[in-house]
């Protein structure tokens, strides 16, 4: 078959011993090695010739193993594999020849031919467990059928899946026809099902059937809400029968990690508390909707407080009446990292919960409403006893309309394992901000506090020099309020020696009043190498690019502020 040739370039001129076209150019660089080459060929001939390198078929699946794992969530491994197999004869037997490397499939809005790609996949995989990444988020009616088919054919192997994944849409959801199953899936260890809203209650009903597994070790559960169907709670018959079958809820026995939407928090607990393995659990959009649940069960079983033993990480974002629930029956000794978002939360709430538990944090993370002196008190004791071997610490504090009481001096409390702390507050009240923080900082000793996140608004240098000082810690990062640089304060921080390590600079930005272009932050903090300034205004913008132009060695970022500065 002929192969229709580009033109030549024939008005190339012909010029120092350059040829008339580019292919014979090409010819003359290959055949006629420049004189700073010749060394170099002169001794590749001196080298025998040797047969082309070939790699080991353990190598070659170890390559090709590679390739399976850098694969975008948007591709399909499909077309990945239909290229490997069709370089040459040796590539597809290599290929071909290892059922594990076809137990991993990946399908993003199936294309014509994946339907049966898929089904030569399950074939070519044996009987390995399976992995299996499905993202659907096409509205083409074609391509909606080819989903349901594809899940039609995975749900035929559900005793093989092992770690599965879907990510949905809403509307594709709702016409997938998720078929249903007696069918049980005994190696599944990882199900994840991602969702941008509620999924309808069928879907999730029959989804759940389906993958109900003796040996599963995380589930995430996001926007299908599966914690209805957790055990057996008959939504149609809740709120006038409603039961629970209480053999049902044992399934969950070696369960690790769990993120789900859990919006009801009595039933809820009634399914975790057989998680006895439970290390991981994050919780979203958590409600106390549930009112008197049990006294609606023909055979109520009060609740009790159970231990999560193994239980390392919590996570909730919800209301503080779930938190309070929470709190009264979940004992985690173990715990070591805790994060809460939400409003309205009472620290008190939290603190009994943290002594309950007899458990030593070593991250603490939350949000609450400015507390009264005792409550604020209370907080201040805990970093002597269960915050002592904190060693990140976050407090999101909102400001309340009540006027603020500052709480007598509860003392110095030492946390020596203390790296990271963010002392952040909400509203309009810049005083009582400043109060705040203040409260916070004074009964703060750390020599190992490296990073200082002090926010947008309320803080002096005082505070600030106080904690430095006592802690004797050698700061790298800090974030700060804009009004701390003003020329007279700057020139007191820059009289401590606690300062001289920064290294990276941030400066909140709420009025572009002071006159920061003037400064040369080089000269008050030697090793600052990166400065970052986060602003909610427009004119701060024009400060931002002339301060740039005076700080020229220095990497410069500005960015606009979020509501709160999250420590990773």
Request: hydrophobic share 40%; net charge negative; charged share 25%.
């Amino acid at each position: 078959m002929s192969v229709e040739l580009p033109p030549k370039f024939t008005t190339l001129p012909k010029k120092d011993g350059y040829p008339s076209c580019i292919d014979e150019w090409y010819a003359c660089e290959i055949t006629e090695p420049k004189e700073d080459d010749k060394d170099q060929v002169a001794t590749a001939n001196i080298i025998p010739p040797t047969k082309p390198i070939e790699l080991s078929p353990e190598l070659m699946l170890k390559i090709f193993f590679e390739l399976y794992d850098n694969v975008e969530p948007t591709e399909s491994v499909v077309e990945v594999m239909r290229l490997l197999t069709s370089v040459c004869h040796y590539w597809r037997e290599v290929a071909l020849s290892s059922t594990a490397f076809w137990s991993r499939i990946v399908v993003c809005n199936p294309l014509k031919g994946h339907v049966n790609m898929v089904r030569e996949w399950l074939r070519r995989s044996g009987s390995r467990p399976l992995t299996i990444d499905f993202t659907h988020y096409s509205c083409d009616e074609a391509t909606q059928k080819r989903s349901t088919r594809i899940l039609k054919t995975l749900l035929k192997h559900v005793h093989r899946w092992y770690n599965v994944k879907f990510e949905l849409s809403n509307f594709e959801a709702e016409h997938l026809g998720w078929p249903s199953s007696e069918d049980e899936a005994p190696l599944l260890r990882h199900f994840a099902l991602i969702h941008e809203e509620d999924l309808s209650s069928d879907f999730s009903t029959t989804l759940w059937t389906s993958v109900c597994s003796t040996g599963l070790e995380t589930i995430q559960a996001y926007g299908c809400k599966l914690n209805r169907h957790m055990y057996r709670l008959d939504e149609d018959q809740f709120g006038e029968v409603g039961y629970l079958l209480g053999d049902d809820i044992e399934i969950m026995d070696r369960l690790q990690e769990l993120q789900v939407e859990a919006y009801t928090t009595a039933r809820f607990l009634y399914f975790v508390r057989s998680c006895a393995m439970l290390q991981r659990l994050v919780l979203h959009h958590i409600e106390d909707v549930d009112g008197p649940i049990f006294s609606i069960l023909p055979n109520p079983r009060p609740l009790q407080p159970f231990p999560l033993s193994h239980l390392v990480e919590l996570k909730i974002e919800g209301t503080s009446e779930a938190m309070e629930k929470i709190a009264r029956y979940l004992v985690c000794p173990a715990l070591r990292y805790f994060t809460f978002a939400g409003e309205g939360l009472d620290v008190e709430v939290v603190l009994r919960f943290l002594e309950d538990s007899n458990c030593q944090l070593h991250s603490f993370d939350i949000e609450f409403d400015a507390p009264t002196p005792g409550a604020l008190g209370a907080l201040m004791d805990a970093f002597g006893s269960n915050l002592s071997q904190v060693e990140l610490m976050v407090l999101r504090m909102t400001i309340l309309d009540e006027p603020f009481i500052r709480p007598a001096n509860r003392g110095v409390r030492v946390m020596p394992r203390l790296v990271a702390l963010a002392c952040l507050v909400s509203g309009n009240e810049v005083d009582t901000a400043g109060e705040l923080k203040s409260v916070v900082l004074d009964h703060i000793r750390s020599p190992r506090l490296r990073d200082l996140d002090l926010g947008t608004i309320g803080v002096c240098h005082r505070p600030l020099t106080r904690l430095v000082q006592r802690s004797g810690c050698r700061l790298q990062k800090l974030t700060i309020p804009l009004p701390l640089l003003r020329p007279a304060t700057i020139l007191k921080l820059a009289t401590l020696p606690e300062l001289r390590d920064i290294v990276h600079l941030q400066v909140t930005v709420s009025d572009a009043g002071p006159l920061l272009s003037t400064m040369q932050l080089n000269s008050i903090f030697p090793q600052l190498t990166r400065f970052m300034l986060l602003y909610d205004t427009a004119d701060a913008d024009d400060l931002a690019q002339l301060f740039a132009s005076r700080h020229e060695t220095m990497e410069f970022t500005r960015i606009h502020r979020i509501p709160w500065i999250e420590f990773h």
